[in-house]
């Protein structure tokens, strides 16, 4: 097995004359948890749209597992096992907890191909939800409208939607934004859990929860890397702390 499960190298992204992205490097291990962080306007959500497809770069290569996916649309990342959860809620509000996630592991047998002899049963999909549920520590909620979660119970949910693809990659656009403190620490708990199973790439502002549970942390400035390594290093890195001031100023 490589050792990393996503590898991008030179993204560039241009908005008409604006160099948003200059040619910007990333490597996501397998089952590790790696925190893109930055000031306002570093280029964040940029280089998660061209990782997963919502806008390909104009420069650049993205290899994901074995596939070159630099200009693969976004439901074929899916298909090879890359998950994105958005900053904006993503969910079918009217319906119920339970019913969100079975429509999003009914899709993920229906990108396998359904063929009838191993069609899943009623019960495999309830049970699998179920699971799902319980792993995002919403089970309880089941029949609940989704639409009357809490703000922080609805972004598990969105996790949890995500998590019902199987995929080998996570995307999480700022998981704790908004979230009160009980919240945020039942999402960092779920966030660690997921290593066991899969990698996560996540944008977060809440920093002391960023050095808390990462493994490799990249800080952007202005559509480059400034500086990436393992928490402490990032902390204690001059560069980090003069980007990070000089935006705060
Ligand atoms: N569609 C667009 N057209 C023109 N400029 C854009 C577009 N999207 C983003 N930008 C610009 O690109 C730069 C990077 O924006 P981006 O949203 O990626 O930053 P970010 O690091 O995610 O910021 P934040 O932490 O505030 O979400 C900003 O200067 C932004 O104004």
């Not at 190298?9 to 008409?16: A, C, E, K, L, P």
């Not at 559509?223 to 928490?231: C, D, N, R, S």
Request: charged share 20%.
């Amino acid at each position: 097995m490589a050792e990393y499960l996503l590898e991008a190298s030179g993204i560039g992204v241009r908005f008409g004359d604006f160099q948003a992205l200059a040619g910007i490097s990333l490597a996501v291990a397998h089952r590790s948890i790696h925190a893109l962080i930055g000031p306002n306007g570093a280029g964040k959500t940029t280089l998660f749209n061209a990782l997963t497809g919502v806008r390909p770069p104009n420069a650049g290569r993205i290899v994901f597992g074995r596939h070159d996916i630099t200009r693969a649309p976004a439901h074929r990342r899916v298909r090879y096992g890359m998950a994105r959860s958005f900053q904006v809620t993503n969910l079918y509000p009217a319906l119920s907890v339970a019913e969100n996630v079975r429509l999003a592991v009914q899709a993920r047998h229906e990108r396998e191909g359904w063929v009838f002899w191993r069609a899943p049963q009623r019960r495999d999909i309830a049970d699998e939800v179920q699971a799902i549920l319980e792993r995002i520590g919403i089970g309880e909620r089941a029949g609940a409208r989704a639409g009357d979660l809490s703000h922080g119970a609805q972004r598990s949910l969105e996790i949890g939607m995500a998590l019902a693809g199987r995929p080998q990659l996570i995307c999480l656009d700022e998981p704790l934004a908004g979230m009160g403190i009980d919240d945020v620490h039942r999402t960092k708990e779920l966030i660690v859990g997921l290593r066991d199973a899969m990698a996560v790439l996540l944008i977060e502002h809440n920093m002391s929860v960023v050095l808390s549970i990462s493994d490799r942390i990249t800080v952007m400035a202005q559509g480059a890397k400034i500086a990436e390594g393992p928490p402490e290093r990032v902390r204690n890195d001059p560069a980090v702390r003069t980007a990070y001031l000089g935006s705060a100023a």
